[in-house]
T-cell receptor
Framework: DAGITQSPRHKVTETGTPVTLRCHQTENHRYMYWYRQDPGHGLRLIHYSYGVKDTDKGEVSDGYSVSRSKTEDFLLTLESATSSQTSVYFC????????????????FGPGTRLTVT | KQEVTQIPAALSVPEGENLVLNCSFTDSAIYNLQWFRQDPGKGLTSLLLIQSSQREQTSGRLNASLDKSSGRSTLYIAASQPGDSATYLCAVNSGGATNKLIFGTGTLLAVQP
């Protein structure tokens, strides 16, 4: 299994409070991703990173920000949590493409269940 | 905009049966397609990845096929077992090197002993 951990694994917070979720990898993969999973919507990409300090928006980025100061850590911040951000959040990693782009398989962490009350 | 659909949403079969899960996508310009398994309350486990230039990939009792021109992929599970019970997700990479995946909503499989 790819070495990906997420913390915390469960969190309950109140509307309006800031929340930071952490993803940590030991694989030295270049690409890291944050997804959210909701019933009826499947997984949707929030933000991704293609290197230290290099990030970009995904499909559902409003209300979220990210930071990556080290290869191994990718942080997702909810600046002011809302009930609509209650979800399960998954981090994923992917290899840096080499010659021929490689397989680009994505590996996922165990998830963080966030409840905003 | 790429959209990924999985049919059926849920499937229940008796143990030992061979089964097919379907995945369709609207834009055939994909880089690769990945099948995942998700157990309740757990993360996603990668099962198979098919590059756009490939027709199929096999791993044990699993075989995934890809027909880009028709926008379809199938996951074939041979001789199903109760331990195969899980949600199966397909995801399409249309973004090349950035590998941004678009997911279907999954098929919930129950294999009855």
């Amino acid at each position: 299994d790819a070495g990906i951990t997420q913390s915390p694994r469960h969190k309950v917070t109140e509307t309006g409070t800031p929340v930071t979720l952490r993803c940590h990898q030991t694989e030295n993969h270049r690409y890291m991703y944050w997804y959210r999973q909701d019933p009826g919507h499947g997984l949707r990409l929030i933000h991704y990173s293609y290197g230290v300090k290099d990030t970009d928006k995904g499909e559902v980025s409003d209300g979220y920000s990210v930071s990556r100061s080290k290869t191994e850590d990718f942080l997702l911040t909810l600046e002011s949590a809302t009930s609509s951000q209650t979800s399960v959040y998954f981090c994923a990693i992917s290899e840096r493409p080499g010659q021929g782009m490689g397989r680009l398989e994505q590996y996922f962490g165990p998830g963080t269940r966030l409840t905003v009350t | 905009k790429q959209e990924v659909t999985q049919i059926p949403a849920a499937l229940s079969v008796p143990e030992g049966e061979n089964l097919v899960l379907n995945c369709s996508f609207t834009d055939s310009a994909i880089y690769n397609l990945q099948w995942f398994r998700q157990d309740p309350g757990k993360g996603l486990t990668s099962l198979l990845l098919i590059q756009s230039s490939q027709r199929e990939q096999t791993s044990g009792r699993l075989n995934a096929s890809l027909d880009k021109s028709s926008g379809r992929s199938t996951l074939y599970i041979a001789a199903s077992q109760p331990g195969d019970s899980a949600t199966y997700l397909c995801a399409v990479n249309s973004g090349g090197a950035t590998n941004k995946l678009i997911f279907g909503t999954g098929t919930l499989l129950a294999v009855q002993p």
